[in-house]
């Protein structure tokens, strides 16, 4: 079974940066898609930074040159690191994870398989 544990501080001001990461357990192979997921008070979660099975990347348009999605295979670490934070990205942050590497199926709507227990992220103005 799949175990993903999300870390990172979790508070900042707005202009602020913030480095997440996710720690994959020993049966997440290299190539499998995974991804960044945030869910705001009252609203849908939604795909935030998504790598496919290629290697490729994929952002939400709100985070998008402010995000980087990266990852560390031989740590199985997967990283969020986000810059110039707005009030808005505030809210609880989810890594996730595929069983699979196949190129051209994992987006930032994909139904991915693992996910993590989430890790609180405040923006305050």
């Known amino acids: 079974q799949e175990q993903l544990v999300e870390s990172g501080v979790g508070s900042v001001q707005a202009g602020g940066s913030l480095r997440l990461s996710c720690a994959a357990s020993?049966?997440?192979?290299?190539?499998?898609?995974m991804g960044w997921f945030r869910k705001a008070p009252g609203k849908d979660r939604e795909g935030v930074a998504v790598f496919d099975g290629d290697g490729s990347t994929s952002y939400a348009a709100s985070v998008k040159g402010r995000f980087t999605i990266s990852k560390d295979n031989a740590k199985r670490i997967l990283y969020l690191q986000m810059n110039s934070l707005k009030p808005e990205d505030t809210g609880m942050y989810y890594c996730?994870?595929?069983?699979?590497?196949?190129?051209?199926?994992?987006?930032?709507?994909?139904?991915?398989?693992?996910w993590g227990q989430g890790t609180q992220v405040t923006v305050s103005s």
């Open positions: 020993v049966d997440t192979h290299s190539s499998y898609c």
């Open positions: 996730a994870a595929a069983n699979h590497g196949i190129a051209g199926l994992c987006h930032l709507q994909y139904d991915f398989t693992y």
